[in-house]
């Protein structure tokens, strides 16, 4: 089992930047991919960004050249950076991570842009 937790969310205004981070703890060993999803009032979860175990990287268009996934050096670690905010990156962003046969989702921060 991996379990993850995220910090780093907050109010921010427009323009300004955050930084998302997110902790596995468990069996690390076995986590392939991890990333970064969100999910707006009213709308679906939706992928942000994601970061596979070799090393590519796979974003929304909508964040593309504002944010940055990033994976720390005891790999156990995922960052967000994100620049460049807009009121419409509002929600609670999620860490996912793939491990062996499963799927572990955080518990979500949220990230709130103001305009």
């Known amino acids: 089992q991996v379990q993850l937790v995220e910090s780093g969310g907050g109010l921010v205004q427009a323009g300004g930047s955050l930084r998302l981070s997110c902790t596995a703890s468990?069996?690390?060993?076995?986590?392939?991919?991890m990333g970064w999803y969100r999910q707006a009032p009213g709308k679906q979860r939706e992928l942000v960004a994601m970061?596979?175990?070799?090393?590519?990287?796979n974003y929304a268009d909508s964040v593309k050249g504002r944010f940055t996934i990033s994976r720390g050096n005891a790999r156990n670690t995922v960052y967000l950076q994100m620049n460049s905010l807009k009121p419409e990156d509002t929600a609670v962003y999620y860490c996912k991570s793939l491990w062996g046969v499963g799927i572990t989702w955080g518990q979500g921060t949220r990230v709130t842009v103001s305009s």
């Open positions: 468990g069996s690390i060993f076995s986590i392939s991919d």
């Open positions: 970061l596979s175990s070799g090393g590519t990287t």
